[in-house]
Nanobody
């Protein structure tokens, strides 16, 4: 499995960004994909996950109502639409894949490179 994240950037508080993850090598319909993020000096944390086959989703409480994860399985692409961004969302965002996990037990077994998201006040 190979994952390629893109689309990060800098916005002001309240702004929006959409980041993408291009996936290849997803040979099974059981994959769950998702996003983690890591802010400076902090541990990596879960953001959102999506079941590749059915599209069911799960979100961290900190982003519920502001972020939306989606995918197009035909294009092997996943997105994270981030609205109403706050300074605390500043982090490197990583896309990840889990061959057998559910959206709630999602762990990163395969990782893409990160993309930087910076939110300024």
């Amino acid at each position: 499995v190979q994952l390629q994240a893109s689309g990060g950037g800098s916005v002001q508080t309240g702004g929006s960004l959409r980041i993408s993850c291009a996936a290849s090598g997803l040979t099974s319909s059981t994959y769950t994909l998702g996003w983690f993020r890591q802010a400076p000096g902090k541990e990596r944390e879960f953001v959102a996950s999506i079941l590749w086959s059915r599209g069911s989703t799960n979100y961290a409480d900190s982003v519920k109502g502001r972020f939306t994860i989606s995918r197009d399985s035909a294009k092997n692409t996943m997105w994270l639409q981030m609205n109403n961004l706050i300074v605390e969302d500043t982090a490197v965002y990583y896309c990840a894949a889990d061959p057998l996990g559910t959206v709630r037990s999602f762990k990163g077994y395969f990782w893409g490179q990160g993309t930087q998201v910076t939110v300024s006040s």
